[in-house]
């Protein structure tokens, strides 16, 4: 399983090979619905599977023709993957399936210490959750698109037949409702995407990574492909001698085995149940208390604009790697000319979920000496300055010279990207409806998928170390203001239990405004880790 | 400044003691914390005493001996099972030791499983016996004692609090007010550096350079050539052991890994102890020996204030040799998830990495003793969970704290001893 070889081939990516999923959200399909189901007959199981033919990359092209409305050829479409446990109940033998990652294997709610480094306890502990576990935890999930309800209600109701006669039962068919690229708290969702190298032009770790990119090596996504590191992420290999492995493909390295994980993804699914009228009351509470207009909070927590703008003095237009000009104005700007979060807070969720750094703090970029100083962890600080700044006093003043260790706390975020592919679910509220005593629960949430090619360094290191981390970035007492779970940390008897539900905003005036007691606003009600299988994979997991 | 010190004693584990060793160290700690010492525990109530940091039980139980085999029988596939006792302290290690011997009457109970211990023997003469020193030692912040953790810690929390009771004002005001709420919380003044220890370390520090200057100054021709030549012959033999050394491959063990994870995340900060095989033949070692000097030097005396490299999440870590110098092991104490050190690490210092362990068997293939290594990503976290092993008793002085916890407390209490300051204590 090593992986090395700078030298060897780069043969074409196979794009009938990919479920679509990995370039695309089905965004011109309105509907969706996840199907949750759970093997009964293996065997008929596995005929069913074989009469399948999800969606790929090919077949994309006849999507996107209908966005533009000439022809709608595809007006369906479906997405397979699959548990850990799903695979067994399949019929794959336990040596297989153990060489699928660990975490996988274990699965979201296998392990306590996963749980409790996920924020997967108190309210959103695995025992409370509507799937996930025991004979509730899914073999399969199959995702369901159509161009608009009523078709997509006749896909479902004939898709579940086909499943339920296929050998399989079905735990939930979680509906979804498309709220127009916004989420149940009103702010515009998935604006910041990662980029793949789809071409594969990109050469990690050059000097180039020493500042931030978007630009992402496939092997972050698809498995058995080269990564961040230039290196093949672990994935299922199988001898040529193993049990119809010659369905599969060659795999790049090393010679002699087949790939069953080649151009397959880990999708990590949770559903997150969001209290749209516990935030709306309890930001106009808290903005009430310090006298600021509620957006300026809510934006704050978010870290960007109700509309999706970027927040005041951040400077846009910055040119990235792998952000595109149009999305120049959305995405065109990096933390480093605010680095004590005077414009977007430290803690605010977009800074959480994708910190925006580079393989090194400001510097590095001056000639060999001032890079070998960086590596060395001697840096002189450095800060750009905001051209125009509508803050009352200047933007730094600090006066150390060398750089604080906090302004070099987060890791590098290009191992540490996730593709975002989930929709909302529930009624759609506006905050003002929100905020009316009288509003029953709108029930909406987000059914978060992603896709990764390490849960364990991607998925689980942003939701760990970044989103539920009371710690991030040097600051202290607080999460995430959207999805914490405010859960004490550490606790006793370690500790004397300590507070995790502050909200920090160093930019508020007339001084630095902090909130505490932020109630918990997001809880998790199920989640699973899949295996996105390449098509010839499925073939072969469908196989006798 | 108190200047910190640490205490590791090592002691042979008598070979049918292993298991009942355990169980008694399992009763130091907190009932359903495996690992996580109770302060008050009755064997070594480490809450007791006001200079520990750091404190840990090991008993060090090579998981790895079996990969030797990739070097046929250039080493013994049997090694002695050893107890670890590792303090971090302020203040001279050899004191807190008699101190310890003093107040824990019961050490004995523990150390009676390790051979040459029993009823009869003096206690105090027996540890310091089996003290080592480590081959190298980092402490982020030489001179902060746990005194002044805690009371920095206290006006934090005190401040904190008063900031959200303070109607907003401006910030010379404020500072006012700020200071006025404080003013009930002592603060234990800095002692000053013992003279002694001032010497040693500059002592320690100039050795190394005056030494090299004095051969350059003297004979700059046979210092310079022997320099190149020497260079010249590490590189070659570098080379020829970096493509000949075996390839062992390391597995992933499930339930291993589910069991030392067991013991992590309870606290911001966790433990990591990991031991292993130094590489047969006089070149590895002496390439380690040689590092981890250079490393204990730039920890003593460039690394003082933070950080370690880039890496600012360590509190205190520690290189020790075993076995005539066969085996050693490493001991750390890390802010956040295992799986971000590890990242950290990697990304921030791969270098540091693979020269301080490169030299050890099954160690994923480097490249000119600095590159690849570490970077073959999955390979090294796989190493390195397959040479870690359980902590058994771990204590901190001050759970919730992190090494940047400590470092903006200080300077928030820097601020507050100055007379005046600018507007810039915005960040808490």
């Known amino acids: 399983m090593k992986a090395k070889a700078k030298t060897m081939t780069r043969p074409e990516v196979d794009k009938s090979d990919i479920q679509a999923i990995a370039k695309t959200a089905f965004n011109s399909l309105k509907g969706a619905r996840y199907m949750l189901l759970r093997v009964i007959e293996p065997h008929a199981a596995r005929r069913w599977l074989r009469g399948l033919a999800p969606a790929n990359l090919d077949d994309l092209d006849r999507v996107k023709k209908n966005v533009d409305g000439e022809t709608s050829t595809v007006e369906d479409a479906y997405q397979i993957a699959f548990t850990a446990a799903g695979l067994f109940a399949l019929g794959v033998s336990e040596v297989i399936v153990e060489r699928f990652s660990p975490e996988f294997v274990e699965g979201m709610a296998g392990d306590k210490n996963r749980s409790l480094r ?72 998935g604006i910041s995407q990662p980029n793949f190298d789809w071409d594969r032009q990109r050469m990690p770790g050059t000097k180039a990574d020493r500042d931030y990119t978007n630009l992402l090596a496939l092997g972050e996504l698809l498995l058995g492909h080269r990564n961040e590191y230039g290196l093949l992420t672990e994935r299922p290999l199988l001898a040529a001698s193993e049990k119809n492995s010659a369905i599969l493909p060659k795999a790049l390295h090393p010679p002699g085995n087949r790939d069953l994980g080649l151009n397959g993804s880990y999708l990590v699914y949770r559903q997150l149940a969001q209290d749209v009228r516990g935030f709306w009351r309890w930001v106009a509470k ?68 994708n910190p925006r750094t580079g393989d090194a703090p400001d510097g590095g970029r001056q000639g060999p000496l001032d890079n070998l100083l960086v590596t060395l962890g001697l840096t002189v600080r450095r800060i750009r300055r905001a051209t125009s700044s509508t803050l009352p006093w200047p933007r730094n003043t600090t006066v150390w010279p060398f750089l604080r260790s906090q302004d070099d706390a987060v890791a590098s975020a290009r191992f540490h990207r996730i593709l975002r592919r989930g929709r909302e679910y529930g009624e759609k509220i506006s905050p003002n409806a929100a905020l009316d005593s009288a509003a029953p629960d709108p029930k909406a949430g987000i059914h978060f998928l992603c896709l990764n090619a390490n849960i364990a360094r991607q998925f689980e290191f942003v939701q760990g170390a970044w989103i539920a981390s009371a710690k991030f970035a040097a600051l202290t007492g607080e999460q995430d203001p959207l999805l914490g779970n405010r859960e004490p940390f550490p606790t006793a008897p370690i500790a004397k239990p300590q507070r995790t539900n502050g909200f920090s905003r160093p930019g508020a005036q007339p001084h630095c405004g902090y909130a505490t007691e932020l109630p918990q606003f997001v809880e998790v009600r199920g989640g699973a880790y899949f295996f996105l299988p390449g098509l010839t994979a499925l073939k072969w997991i469908a196989s006798d | ?160 609090q008063a900031l959200s009771g303070i109607p907003q004002r401006n910030p010379q005001q404020l500072f006012a007010q700020l200071r006025q709420s404080i003013t009930s919380l002592p603060l234990t003044p800095i002692p000053s550096t013992p003279l002694a220890w001032r010497i040693r370390n500059l002592t320690h ?117 075993l076995d005539q110098r066969r085996r050693g092991f490493f001991c750390s104490n890390y802010d956040g998830g295992h799986e971000a050190y590890m990242d950290d690490f990697i990304n921030k210092a791969g270098f540091g990495l693979n020269l301080s362990f490169s030299s050890f068997i099954a160690y994923p293939t480097t490249d000119w003793l600095v590159a690849k290594g570490a970077w073959l990503e999955q390979d090294f976290k796989r190493f390195q969970r397959h040479h870690q092993i359980p902590t058994d008793v771990w204590y901190k002085a001050y759970p919730g704290l992190t090494a940047r916890d400590l470092a903006r407390n200080s300077r928030i209490r820097n601020g507050f001893e100055k007379a005046i300051m600018s507007d810039d204590e915005i960040r808490r």
């Open chain 1, 118 to 189: 996920l924020g997967d306890i108190g309210a959103n502990a695995p025992e409370h959750w509507c799937w996930g576990i025991g004979d509730r935890e899914p073999h399969i999930l199959l995702i369901l698109f159509s161009s608009d309800d009523t078709r997509l209600e006749t896909y479902a109701t004939w898709m579940q037949n086909q499943a339920q006669d296929g050998g399989l039962s079905v735990i939930e068919v979680l509906p979804t409702s498309d709220m127009g690229d916004v989420e149940p708290f009103g702010f515009v969702d």
């Open chain 1, 286 to 353: 808290e903005a009430a208390r310090v006298g600021v207009p509620m957006n300026d909070l809510s934006e704050a927590m978010v870290g960007r604009r109700i509309n999706g703008k970027p927040l005041d003095d951040l400077i846009l237009g910055r040119s990235i790697q792998g952000v595109e000009a149009q999305d120049s104005h959305l995405n065109g700007f990096l933390y480093d000319t605010d680095p004590d979060g005077l414009s977007c807070p430290i803690g605010a969720h977009i800074r959480r979920a």
């Open chain 2, 1 to 160: 400044m108190i200047p910190q010190d640490s205490l590791v004693v090592v002691a042979k584990i008598r070979p049918d003691c292993v298991n009942g060793l355990q169980s008694l160290l399992t009763t130091m700690n907190f009932a359903n914390h495996a690992g996580f010492a109770d302060p008050a525990n009755p064997l070594v109530s480490f809450g007791t005493f006001e200079t520990i940091h750091f404190a840990r039980f090991v008993v060090l139980a090579d998981n790895t001996l079996e990969d030797r085999a990739a070097y046929g029988q250039q080493l013994p596939r049997c090694e002695p099972t050893y107890l670890c006792f590792m303090v971090d302290c302020d203040g001279e290690a050899d004191e807190l030791l008699a101190h310890l011997v003093q107040k824990a009457n019961r050490l004995r109970e523990i150390f009676e499983h390790c051979e040459g211990c029993d009823g009869t023997t003096d206690m105090l003469i027996w540890l310091r016996a089996h003290r080592v020193q480590p081959m190298a030692s980092y402490v982020n912040w030489v001179g902060r004692t746990v005194v002044q953790v805690k009371e920095e810690a206290r006006l934090h929390c005190a401040l904190r």
């Open chain 2, 205 to 321: 520090m100039l050795l190394p350079l005056l030494l090299a200057a004095a051969c350059l100054a003297l004979f700059p021709i046979i210092t310079i050539a022997l320099l190149v030549v020497a260079l010249l012959l590490f590189v070659i033999a570098l080379r020829r052991h970096e493509q000949a050394d075996p390839i062992v491959d390391q597995p992933y063990e499930r339930k291993k890994v589910a069991l030392l994870r067991d013991g992590e995340d309870h606290d911001v900060t966790n433990q990591y102890t990991a031991m292993g095989s130094i590489k047969p033949g006089r070149f590895r070692l002496w390439t380690e020996i040689v590092i981890l000097y250079g490393v204990n030097w730039v920890a003593r005396h460039i690394f003082t204030r933070g950080s370690i490299g880039r890496i600012g999440t360590i509190h205190f870590a520690h290189w020790v040799f």
